[in-house]
């Protein structure tokens, strides 16, 4: 009996040092979650600070986000240029935590902003070779945190980085016969999806998601419309609907809705791929004529 109880002690004992092995991670936005939830499956559950239809530019924190910060082992994000509210929370609240800019993650590919405008894409993302980039530096740094947790992290990287090929064979197979299609988007802020898969976007309403679209702009937009021959104005689930309809009305071009961020999508380990082929189902969808 002895032996019985001192064998359940050990076993309770190996169970707790076990959960609490993995550490505390914090993500940014859904998709930085989804790659971090799919490398740890099993392992542990990352916390998401920003989720539904919240904005990464525009994010109030709330207690709950502070005290994940401040409690975190780990923390990824795209950096400061993108999610802007986090980086006084991060110098004030996660002394203890190791924390990671993936936009300076080796091997990112970089995508400047068009029209002069300077500065790089954030939304790197959208690009399934930077998500493998972001895969890899996961898997590296959660092995090198968690020991005990190593195999299940390189299981679930190999995995993962699998599927992020297959992924991008099944876009490019998608896209192959609209990539010559011009089209205008509300903000210019898919370009890693646009080069990737070499998709012909003509220009933007506005260059930065923080500022809207002046009088003048809207006006060379709707010139450009009709002199490139633009198939589709793209929008967003967030955007400005009446600036969508007045850039394209009069021009023939059909309209869309583009979602960068996955807001209506269930956090978890395949809220990535269902952004990515929505994302990709909405351009063919539009540039194809096709409903």
Sequence with gaps: MFQFFT???LSILGFAESGLAAPKVVTSILPVHSLAAAVMEGAGKPRLLVRGAASPHAYAMR??????????????WIGPELEG??????AALASRARIIPLSAAPGIRRM????????????????????????RRMITILKDLDGKNSAAYSANGAALLRRLSGLSKRIESRLADVKDRPFVVLHDGYRHFVQRFGLSQAGALSLN??????????RAIKRLIRTANVVCVFGEARGAPRLLQIAAEGTG?????????????TPGPD???QLLTGLAGEFRRCLGGRE
């Design 63 to 76: 207690p709950s986000d502070a005290r994940a910060l401040a409690g975190a082992d780990l923390i990824f």
């Design 85 to 90: 509210f986090l980086a006084k929370p991060l």
């Design 253 to 265: 071009a059909r309209t869309g809705e583009l979602d960068a961020l996955g807001l209506a999508i």
């Design 271 to 273: 809220a990535y791929f």
């Design 209 to 218: 998601a923080e500022l809207p679209a002046s009088a003048n702009r809207l």
């Design 112 to 135: 400047e902003r068009g029209g002069g405008h300077g500065g790089d894409d954030q939304h790197l993302w959208l690009d399934p070779g930077n998500a493998a980039v972001i895969a």
């Design 7 to 9: 064998l359940l002690l």
